[in-house]
C-alpha cells in the first residue's frame, strides 16, 4: 500500500469566526495546522500529505515553512467553494503511485494513532474505511415543524470522522458517477456510497474532533492543558 492523505483546509470557516482561519490559531504554542501534521506523523503507511487550500490563504507557506515531517508535504493546490471540487483537485495533484487516499479535515488535530491504524487497516482489507464512534445519546428524526416522525435504533448508528480511506481509483470513479449530485453529499464517503462502493466502519476516537466552532476551539485548549478528559 501507498498512502497519501488529502489535507483539506479550504473552508470558509464562517461557523468559527474571528479574523484568524482557525486551521492557523495557535494552540498550545502551534498553528492548529501543525497538530493535525503532527497527528497524521504516526502512520508510517502516510508516504506524502497533499494539502488543499483557499486561493486566497497567504498563511499556509510561513506556518510549514522549514517543517520536517517523516511524509512529503506536496506543494499546495487550490481547492474550491465544494468540498468534492476540492477533493477532485487533490486527488489529480497526488503522485501516480499512491494507490489508497485518506481525506481528512485539517482542523481534526487529534487523530491517534490507533486511529490512524485501524482505518488503514480496514481499507486495506475492504477498499475503504471511515472512523465512526457509537452514539449514546437517544436519536430522534424530525420532521420540518419539529415533529418527532421516528427513533431510529441507535446500535446501528455511527458518528463519522475523518480521514475517511478509499481506494484512489474507488473516489476517482464515484466522483465522475456523481456529477452534478455531489453537492448533495456531506461527506466523501457518502459519495462512495451513492456510487455503489461498499463502505466499512473503523474504530473512531472521541478526541479526534473537528473544530468548527469557538466552543470546540475552548475545548481543544482544554484539552492540551489538561482540563478535559474523553
Not at 475545548?219 to 492543558?225: G, I, P, Q, R, Y
Request: glycine share 8%; charged share 25%.
Amino acid at each position: 500500500m501507498q498512502a497519501g492523505i488529502l489535507l483539506l483546509a479550504a473552508g470558509s470557516g464562517k461557523r468559527f469566526g474571528g479574523m484568524l482561519p482557525k486551521q492557523y490559531v495557535v494552540v498550545a504554542g502551534e498553528p492548529l495546522l501543525i497538530h493535525t501534521l503532527n497527528s497524521l506523523a504516526q502512520e508510517k503507511r502516510i508516504t506524502v500529505v497533499q494539502p488543499v487550500i483557499a486561493g486566497d490563504d497567504r498563511l499556509y507557506a510561513g506556518v510549514t515553512e522549514g517543517r520536517q515531517f517523516p511524509f512529503d508535504l506536496l506543494p499546495p493546490v487550490t481547492g474550491g467553494a465544494e468540498r468534492s471540487i476540492s477533493m477532485q483537485r487533490g486527488l489529480a495533484a497526488l503522485p501516480d503511485f499512491i494507490d489508497m487516499v485518506g481525506v481528512h479535515d485539517a482542523v481534526r488535530p487529534l487523530p491517534s494513532k490507533q486511529l490512524l491504524k485501524d482505518a488503514f487497516d480496514v481499507a486495506a482489507e475492504h477498499g475503504s474505511a471511515i472512523p465512526g464512534v457509537a452514539l449514546h445519546d437517544t436519536i430522534k428524526e424530525i420532521d420540518r415543524d419539529g415533529r418527532v416522525v421516528r427513533t431510529p435504533d441507535r446500535s446501528t448508528l455511527r458518528a463519522v470522522q475523518t480521514p475517511q480511506v478509499a481506494r484512489r481509483e474507488w473516489f476517482i470513479e464515484a466522483i465522475e458517477k456523481e456529477g452534478d449530485r455531489l453537492e448533495s453529499h456531506t461527506d466523501d464517503a457518502s459519495v462512495l456510497e451513492a456510487a455503489g462502493f461498499p463502505v466499512y466502519i473503523s474504530q473512531g476516537d472521541s478526541l479526534n474532533r473537528k473544530i468548527t466552532t469557538q466552543a470546540d476551539m475552548d475545548w481543544l485548549h482544554a484539552h492540551f492543558e489538561g482540563d478535559v478528559c474523553r
